[in-house]
C-alpha cells in the first residue's frame, strides 16, 4: 500500500514537470514569435527608407546638376557684368581725359585772365643748386583763409598784398576781430616787367639787375606757371660780406572769386580757390589802413608836404624838423642828397655814408623794400629809416641800445645800456614818433661818431645801416 503511494507521487510531479516545460516553451516561442515579427517590421521599414534615400539621393543628383548649370549662368552673367564695369570705366576714363584736355585746352587758348591770385611756390633755386623741390605735390585746388595775394593785369604781376585776421587791439568800426579780415601793405611789382630791367644796375660795385617774372605760362583753367628771377651776384654796398647767386622760385599761382566751369551739363569742375571765410570778392577785404587821412602822421603839418616817392622830399622834412627842435641846417642844400638804389632785398632797407661832413651826404636804399613799405598815415617805417639814415649821414649818429629811439638797432653795432624806457608805438603812431625826433635832435640817449664831435674831416668814408 505504501508503495503505491510513492509510485503515484512521482508520477505527479512528473507530470507537472513536463506540464510547467510544456507552458515555458509556448512562452519563450512566443517572444520569439514577436521578436521576429519586429525584426521583420523592421526590415520593411529599413527597405522603404532605403528606397526614399535612393529617391532622395537621385533629387538630390538633379537638384546638383541643376544648382550647377545655375551656377555657371551666374558666374557667366558676372563675368559679363565686370567685363561691362570695365568698359564703362575706361569710357568714363576716355570721357574725363578728353574733358581736361578740353578744360586745358580752352584755358590755354583764353591766356592768363585778369584778376587776384594766389601762390603755390614749389621749387627754388640759387644758380644751378635745387634748394628744394615739390614738383610731385602740386595742388589742383587751394584752400585759402589768410595771406599772399597777387593782382594780375594783362597776363603779368602788378601788385601782391597781405590779408589777414585783426587783432583784438586794432578795434576796427568795433566789430569783433574773428569777423574782420583786412589788406595790408600793397606791394608794387610793376618794376618786375620793365624791359630796361637788365640796364637798371645798382651803383655800388654789386652788378644786380632788377628782380623780374618770366616764364608765363597757363598750365589749366585759372591756374599758371611763373617763376621769379632775382639775377644778383652780391648785395648791396659790400659784396665781400653779402655775396649771394642768381636766385629763382618756381610757383604756381590759382585765380580766387572764379565762377565754376561748365563743359556740358554732367561735366562740371568747382573753382580751383576755396575761399574758407565766404569771401567772395577782393572789396570784401577793405584796407586797415586809410592812405588818404591825415589823423596819424599827416596830422603833422610838416609830414604832411612829403612826397612819398621823392627821398629829397624826406630831406626837406628833416631839415624842418631840425628846425623846429632848435637845430640850424640851413647851410645844407638838399637837392645835392646823392641817392644810390639797390634792387635786391639785401639785409639792410638802406644806409648812409659817414664821411664827417654835414653837407656832404649819401644814402642808399634798398628798391624792394621801397616799394613794398609806401608812406601813408598809418605806415611811416619809411619815414622813420629816411630819418635814421639822415640822422648818421648829417648828424653824425651811430647806433644805440636804447629801444625806442629812432637811431636804435638790436645789434653789436650799439652803443648804451639796453632798456626799454620807450616801446615801439613811435613807429604807429605820430605823436609817439615826435618824441623819437626830439629825442634825436636833442641827443637824448645818442652817441656820436668823433669827427662830429671835432669838426674833423675823420679818416675815410664808413657805411653804416
Not at 155 to 182: L, R
Request: glycine content about 4%.
Amino acid at each position: 500500500m505504501r508503495i503505491e503511494i510513492i509510485n503515484n507521487s512521482r508520477f505527479l510531479l512528473l507530470a507537472f514537470t513536463l506540464l510547467f516545460f510544456s507552458c515555458q516553451k509556448d512562452y519563450y516561442l512566443d517572444d520569439l514569435n514577436d521578436a521576429l515579427a519586429q525584426i521583420q517590421s523592421l526590415q520593411e521599414r529599413n527597405t522603404e527608407l532605403s528606397n526614399k534615400i535612393t529617391e532622395l539621393g537621385v533629387v538630390i543628383s538633379q537638384k546638383t546638376t541643376e544648382n550647377s548649370i545655375l551656377q555657371s549662368q551666374y558666374d557667366q552673367l558676372y563675368a559679363d557684368f565686370l567685363e561691362s564695369e570695365a568698359e564703362n570705366e575706361e569710357l568714363n576714363n576716355r570721357l574725363e581725359a578728353l574733358a581736361e584736355q578740353l578744360r586745358e585746352q580752352i584755358a590755354v587758348d583764353n591766356g592768363i585772365k585778369d584778376g587776384y591770385y594766389i601762390e603755390y611756390q614749389y621749387k627754388s633755386t640759387r644758380n644751378d643748386t635745387i634748394l628744394y623741390d615739390e614738383t610731385e605735390s602740386i595742388p589742383n585746388q587751394k584752400l585759402f583763409s589768410d595771406g599772399l595775394i597777387f593782382k594780375v593785369i594783362n597776363g603779368k604781376i602788378v601788385e601782391d598784398f597781405t590779408v589777414m585776421q585783426a587783432d583784438y587791439w586794432w578795434n576796427i568800426d568795433n566789430q569783433p576781430p574773428p569777423n574782420v579780415i583786412k589788406k595790408l601793405h600793397p606791394y608794387n611789382m610793376s618794376h618786375y616787367h620793365k624791359y630796361t630791367r637788365n640796364k637798371i644796375v645798382s651803383t655800388t660795385n654789386t652788378g644786380d639787375s632788377l628782380g623780374y617774372y618770366k616764364n608765363y605760362k597757363v598750365i589749366d583753367h585759372d591756374i599758371f606757371y611763373v617763376d621769379k628771377i632775382m639775377p644778383n651776384k652780391e648785395i648791396g654796398w659790400n659784396p665781400n660780406v653779402f655775396t649771394r647767386g642768381s636766385r629763382k622760385w618756381s610757383k604756381v599761382m590759382y585765380r580766387m572769386f572764379s565762377e565754376p566751369l561748365q563743359l556740358t551739363d554732367n561735366i562740371i569742375y568747382d573753382p580751383v580757390v576755396e575761399e574758407v571765410n565766404g569771401v567772395t570778392s577782393i572789396s570784401q577785404y577793405p584796407d586797415i589802413y586809410d592812405y588818404y587821412s591825415e589823423t596819424n602822421i599827416f596830422s603833422d603839418s610838416i609830414y604832411r608836404e612829403i612826397d612819398p616817392d621823392d627821398p629829397i622830399s624826406y630831406f626837406n622834412a628833416f631839415i624842418k624838423d631840425a628846425e623846429r627842435h632848435g637845430i640850424d641846417l640851413s647851410n645844407i642844400n638838399t637837392n645835392e642828397l646823392n641817392v644810390n638804389y639797390s634792387y635786391f632785398p639785401g639785409p639792410w632797407a638802406a644806409w648812409a655814408s659817414i664821411n664827417c661832413s654835414q653837407v656832404n651826404n649819401t644814402i642808399g636804399i634798398t628798391k624792394d623794400w621801397w616799394d613794398q613799405y609806401p608812406l601813408t598815415d598809418d605806415i611811416f617805417s619809411r619815414l622813420k629809416v629816411m630819418y635814421h639814415e639822415f640822422g648818421h649821414t648829417v648828424l653824425g649818429l651811430r647806433h644805440t641800445c636804447s629801444s625806442g629811439h629812432i637811431m636804435h638797432v638790436n645789434d653789436d653795432s650799439c652803443l648804451g645800456d639796453t632798456n626799454n624806457e620807450y616801446d615801439s608805438r613811435f613807429q604807429y603812431e605820430v605823436e609817439h614818433f615826435k618824441r623819437a625826433v626830439k629825442d634825436l635832435f636833442e641827443g637824448y640817449n645818442q652817441y656820436y661818431y668823433e669827427c662830429y664831435l671835432n669838426n674833423t674831416t675823420g679818416e675815410g668814408v664808413i657805411i653804416v645801416e
